[in-house]
Nanobody, 123 residues
């Protein structure tokens, strides 16, 4: 059984930073990712990391966000810098059933989801 539990969300001012964490159980070499969903918008891929360490970022966060994984501790992190109002969303940790994907930021390719953690950026 796979469980994903996110933490680290909160409120931050424009230009600030946050670090999200996801504790994962029941995963071994799965592709993992962070997604976000703002009110009235579709869930979008933010960043993902394959079982062998390939990393992918969405265009909106490239250069500002960093994803990392500690397999020993079974944690997935998302470091977010230079936060903007448009980064405000519920952020979800997700795991695929596979170790790599041809479409690494496509939400339909992920089977397991956490409950989400809210990030709010104020101007």
């Amino acid at each position: 059984q796979v469980t994903l539990v996110e933490s680290g969300g909160g409120s931050v001012e424009f230009g600030g930073s946050l670090r999200l964490s996801c504790v994962a159980s029941g995963v071994t070499n799965n592709m993992m990712g962070w997604f976000r969903q703002a009110p009235g918008k579709e869930r979008e891929g933010v960043a993902s990391i394959s079982g062998n360490g390939r990393i992918f970022y969405g265009d909106a966060v490239q250069g500002r966000f960093g994803i990392s994984q500690d397999k020993a501790k079974k944690t997935l992190e998302l470091r977010m810098m230079d936060l903007r109002a448009e980064d405000t969303a519920m952020y979800y940790c997700a795991a695929s059933k596979w170790s790599d994907l041809n479409e690494p930021l496509k939400k339909e390719m992920y089977w397991y989801w956490g409950q989400g953690t809210q990030v709010t950026v104020s101007s």
